[in-house]
């Protein structure tokens, strides 16, 4: 499994996203609002916490935060990237 199947799976599961399949999300796909899969501000802090526990990777304030979850391929990379310098 590559780390964008890897993340989908996590993301539907560790969020009880019941109503989406993993491969609905695209990396277009935005994860918050309505236009989105429509995470919300407690989605935010569980995801947080999810990238630490399942990833081992920090965000490490607010800007990375909105650049991180700004769409699902831009989590990707994210978590890519860290993984490489951490």
Same mark, same amino acid.
């Given at each position: 499994?590559? @780390?964008?199947?890897?993340?989908?799976?996590?993301?539907?599961?560790?969020?009880? @996203?019941?109503?989406?399949?993993?491969?609905?999300?695209?990396?277009?796909?935005?994860?918050?609002?309505?236009?989105?899969?429509?995470?919300?501000?407690?989605?935010? @802090?569980? +995801?947080?916490?999810? +990238?630490?526990?399942?990833?081992?990777?920090?965000?490490?304030?607010?800007?990375?935060?909105?650049?991180?979850?700004?769409?699902?391929?831009?989590?990707?990379?994210f978590v890519r990237g860290a993984r490489k310098t951490g």
């Amino acid at each position: 499994m590559d @780390l964008a199947d890897e993340v989908r799976a996590v993301l539907v599961e560790e969020l009880r @996203l019941e109503d989406l399949r993993p491969a609905e999300i695209t990396a277009e796909t935005r994860l918050f609002g309505p236009e989105g899969i429509g995470l919300d501000s407690i989605d935010a @802090l569980e +995801l947080v916490v999810i +990238l630490k526990r399942r990833f081992k990777v920090d965000i490490p304030d607010r800007a990375a935060g909105e650049r991180a979850f700004s769409s699902f391929g831009a989590l990707v990379e994210f978590v890519r990237g860290a993984r490489k310098t951490g």
